[in-house]
């Protein structure tokens, strides 16, 4: 069974920084690709960054793009999100996610399997 378990948000002003921890376990986490969404209220669920298997290939969303960076330790089976730069529009759950199989990573929320249980990030102004 894929457990896939977020922590690191919080409560931060505009500008400040976070840094999100989505934690694997349950197959090799090595193998398999990762992606970070969000959901604001109201708003249908988006995709953020993703990460392929080696951590040699990232992707970003144009709105965090040069803010937000993606990493992996295959090692510790975490995937991280650090967040530089952040504004009141990045309030959302963000939510880490696998694809069911492959280590490409994918842009549509259908194309991943398994997810976490979301941590809240607020940037107040």
């Known amino acids: 069974q894929v457990q896939l378990v977020e922590s690191g948000g919080g409560l931060v002003q505009t500008g400040a920084s976070l840094r999100l921890s989505c934690a694997a376990s349950g197959r090799t986490f090595s193998a398999y690709a990762m992606g970070w969404f969000r959901q604001a209220p109201g708003k249908e669920r988006e995709f953020v960054a993703a990460i392929d298997w080696s951590g040699g290939r990232t992707d970003y969303a144009d709105s965090v793009k040069g803010r937000f960076t993606i990493t992996r330790d295959n090692f510790k089976n975490t995937v991280y999100l650090q967040m530089n730069s952040l504004k009141p529009e990045d309030t959302a759950v963000y939510y880490c996610?696998?694809?069911?199989?492959?280590?490409?990573?994918?842009?549509?929320?259908?194309?991943?399997?398994?997810w976490g249980q979301g941590t809240q990030v607020t940037v107040s102004s």
């Open positions: 996610a696998t694809p069911l199989a492959g280590g490409s990573y994918y842009y549509r929320t259908e194309d991943y399997r398994y």
